[in-house]
């Protein structure tokens, strides 16, 4: 194999990902207590819409050197994940902090 160079190893690669979640309630066990009219009660809950993201990659390689970009949220989705009516505490203000 004198004077013969190895091939060119080459590799490229273009990829999508979507993920969506369906809209979601709290759980009832953790919603404030209400009284109206001498009917207490901690049955509210609170909808998360439904949401979706999108992402994308793609990459190169060619020894001895490679790239690769990657994009996360292409649609700029800006979901919220959790609801809390409670008081907000941290170590700052004399409460514990979270954790």
Not at 10 to 31: E, K
Not at 41 to 66: C, H, I, K
Not at 68 to 79: F, G, P, R
């Amino acid at each position: 194999m004198s004077g013969q160079m190895a091939p060119a190893f080459q590799h490229t690669f273009v990829q999508f990902g979507a993920t969506h979640t369906g809209h979601s309630f709290t759980q009832g066990g953790s919603n404030p207590s209400i009284s109206a009219g001498g009917v207490n009660t901690t049955v509210l809950r609170f909808e998360n819409p439904a949401y979706s993201t999108y992402d994308a990659s793609a990459g190169w390689q060619r020894m001895p050197g490679n790239a690769h970009v990657y994009v996360q949220n292409l649609s700029n989705s800006n979901a919220s994940l959790f609801t809390n009516t409670g008081p907000v505490r941290s170590g700052r203000d004399g409460g514990s902090p979270p954790g």
